[in-house]
């Protein structure tokens, strides 16, 4: 028996044109791959798509490949992840599944306040296959208490067990207050466990229980999960009943380059010099760059590093995307204000006044500055209408500004 287990695609979840096909392309090697070594079935534990009802764009592809995989014969289990989940209960996998591309294996009724699951069998195998779907907040976490245990475990034959959700046991370090379900929420004598939301890799076994896996996300989601996995992945399993051997497979759709500086006691020019040090003589054909800046300055602001010019550097040098991150990066030029007020409007009035002195636009007064500054908070603190869509929200706040600031964005 071969199988293989995705995990947390999230297609769709980048926006940047550079980057919001990778989750896509990911898929796509990662589906060709298990082609190629004749997995005989493939399960995607949660997070299929970033949302639950995905773009057209990002749907065709998708469709495609798993049309290619059905009509090779492989069979792709599935449970909804955290994204996928919608509580209208619209979501693209009932389309997928309607069409006999997929199959969603969390399947049972509830009977006395009690979930009683239901194991789909796959024919080529014989192996029984049920699982928990995960939703936002964590809210699986009452499926998992209402569990009815003892018919799953007196199951007999190759058992898989699908979940989205982190085990308090297994979180990994940085994510230790992640909300979790405890192991022993979890049916015993499966051998096999296939794990998602967690956007880390990892293999445990524990006694009563057999592999317990998750294999992070096919492509990473984040800034941070850039630098810290450089490339996604999914696990290739085989073997038989008691004895199955899990390995992770790399899916690598653009290389990455990861820079960290420490700008404590630098100016902005020392900070570039730096940055420019660490990539002279390298070429990055294919390339995420990501810069990470922290620290306080000894004199200028953030703003006065020329992120473009070491932008425009890059991609000479063929990267092909540069993100910065200079959240943790301060200056001596904005020292924490400590006021006493009595309103909230009262405190953004006094913090805007202090801050004037220190950045100049040319042709404002210190009047004109304070409204610019007011009616853009004023502009950015809309919230989305009662029916009104996200794009509709974004374009309409897009648009404000745009008037706000007199410019085109």
């Not at 020019?269 to 003589?281: K, V």
């Amino acid at each position: 028996m071969k199988f293989a287990h995705f995990a947390d695609i999230h297609i769709g979840s980048w926006r940047d044109p550079k980057l919001s096909e990778a989750s896509t392309q990911a898929f796509v090697k990662a589906a060709d791959a298990c082609l190629e070594q004749a997995a005989d079935f493939i399960l995607i534990s949660g997070d299929f798509f970033n949302t639950s009802l995905p773009s057209i764009d990002c749907l065709k592809e998708v469709a495609k490949k798993l049309k290619q995989i059905h009509d090779s014969n492989t069979p792709v289990y599935v449970i909804a992840g955290s994204h996928d989940f919608s509580p209208t209960g619209k979501t693209m996998l009932d389309v997928l599944e309607n069409a006999g591309l997929i199959r969603n294996v969390m399947r049972g009724n509830v009977t006395d306040n009690r979930l009683k699951l239901k194991f789909t069998v796959d024919s080529k195998t014989g192996t029984k296959i049920t699982g928990i779907i995960g939703k936002k907040g964590m809210l699986e976490r009452k499926y998992f208490e209402a569990l009815e245990k003892e018919n799953l475990e007196a199951e007999t034959g190759t058992k898989i067990f699908m979940f989205h959700t982190a085990i308090s046991e297994f979180k990994p370090e940085g994510l230790e207050s992640m909300e979790s379900t405890p192991i022993s929420d979890f049916p015993k004598g499966f051998d096999y466990y296939a794990g998602g939301h967690v956007h880390h890799p990892y293999l445990k076994q524990t006694e009563g229980y057999g592999t317990i896996a998750n294999p992070g996300p096919l492509f990473p989601n984040s800034f941070r999960e850039i630098e810290k996995l450089g490339c996604g992945g999914f696990y290739m399993v085989q073997g038989e009943k008691g004895r199955l051997n899990a390995e992770f497979q790399p899916i690598q759709v653009h290389n990455t380059f990861s820079i960290t500086t420490d700008c404590t006691n630098k100016t902005p020019q020392e900070a570039e010099e730096e940055i420019t040090n660490q990539t002279a003589d390298k070429e990055f054909n294919n390339t995420i760059v990501t810069i990470r800046l922290h620290g306080k300055l000894r004199a200028g602001k953030p703003t006065d590093i020329d992120f473009r010019k070491i932008s425009e550097t890059l991609y000479q040098k063929s990267a092909h995307f540069v993100m910065k991150n200079t959240a943790a990066l301060s200056s001596n030029e904005f020292e924490e204000i400590k006021i006493t007020t009595k309103s909230i409007e009262e405190t953004e009035n006094l913090i805007i006044k202090e801050h004037l002195s220190k950045i100049k636009i040319d042709g404002m007064s210190a009047e004109e500055e304070f409204e610019l500054v007011k009616n853009l908070m004023s502009t950015l603190n809309k919230e989305k209408d009662e029916g009104e869509t996200t794009t509709t929200f974004e374009r309409r706040v897009k648009e404000d500004a745009e008037k706000t600031l007199k410019i085109k964005l």
